[in-house]
């Protein structure tokens, strides 16, 4: 029987994931690198050989840092957003007696064939009233009031704000050229809250929730916690753009000026690749507060 060959490269055994968690951990060490002032290098260290293992050590001299590396944005968002991308390819929904150009501001939590199916069936009930925009929280202001003195927009406006969708324009000086490819079209901005919170200290707020809620990172916690050889223990979360464009937008603009309050883990990584081939975000470690990090993205690890 002919023996497997070994593959010749070690980038052959890389998958996607292991990629992402590869850059994360030398992101890591080359920061802490600088931090430390001695060198730190990435090992793997869970290899399925054993539940609940944490993903790395960074190590160097007296330094043996555990650290795991997830995602900020919980299963359920994630799964939403993929059932977005495949009702609405690039926020684009056809609607069926609609013409020209429209744009919707949505902003929740509602599934994507709820909305569009809201979209498909009240936009042309609105374009019909005459009307080229709506905000439709304003069906709010009329609730109260008999039907028979409710306008005429107040159902279709009604529905779709219990969709998420906030607002509902169309383009009135779109080009010939712009109806020809998008007559007949909504594009559905998808919000998230993309304006900066107040607080500044809302991205700390965001990660005490998600280290101690059971349907987010308390596991990952838990795996950091039960390690007993590490002489600090790091948490890195993977930014998505749709769960997380509220925290950088506040991280951009001014850092915390609070600690992480999570007892047994010194340091926590809000990382994201802005392009390809960057790797940059904030971390917070414990004596020394926040802090912006930037680096190549490399996801390759040494065995």
């Known amino acids: 029987m002919q023996q497997a060959q070994r593959p010749e490269s070690r980038d052959a055994l890389v998958t996607p994931r292991d990629f992402r968690e590869n ?26 050989s054993a539940p609940a293992m944490h993903d790395f050590y960074i190590e160097g001299g007296i330094h043996k840092i555990a650290l795991e590396v997830t995602t900020l944005a919980d299963g359920e968002r994630v799964g939403r957003d993929i059932r977005w991308e ?20 949505h902003d ?5 064939g709820d909305v569009i199916a809201t979209i498909r ?6 374009q019909a009233l005459g009307l080229t925009r709506l905000d439709t929280r304003a069906w709010q202001e009329h609730a109260l009031a008999p039907s028979i003195l409710r306008p005429a927009w ?6 779709l704000n219990l969709m998420g969708v906030i607002e509902v324009s169309s383009v009135t000086d779109a080009s010939q ?12 901005a998808r919000g998230f809250g993309t304006t900066r919170p107040i607080d500044r200290n809302f991205p700390v707020g965001v990660i005490h929730e998600q280290l101690r809620d059971p349907r987010h990172h308390a596991s990952d916690v838990e795996k950091l916690l039960a390690v007993s050889d590490a002489t600090a223990k790091h948490l890195w979360m993977w930014v998505e753009l749709t769960e997380g464009f509220a925290i950088i937008r506040s991280l951009e603009e001014s850092l915390p000026d609070v600690d992480v309050d999570a ?10 690749s802005p392009t390809p081939s960057i790797l940059a975000g904030y971390v917070w470690l414990r004596g020394a507060g926040w802090g912006a990090f930037s680096t190549a993205r490399n996801g390759v690890v040494d065995a």
């Open 23 to 48: 850059a994360a951990a030398n992101a890591v060490a080359e920061h802490l690198t600088a931090v430390l002032g001695s060198a730190v290098k990435p090992r793997k260290w869970d290899d399925g």
């Open 86 to 105: 495949r009702e609405a390819p690039e926020g684009r929904v056809k609607v069926a007696g609609l013409s020209g150009c429209w744009v919707a501001l």
């Open 108 to 112: 929740g939590d509602a599934e994507a």
């Open 121 to 126: 069936a009240q936009l042309p009930r609105l």
């Open 154 to 159: 107040y159902e279709a406006s009604r529905a």
């Open 177 to 188: 050229a712009l109806l020809d490819e998008y007559g007949g079209e909504v594009h559905v």
């Open 263 to 272: 007892e047994g883990i010194d340091g926590v990584w809000l990382g994201r």
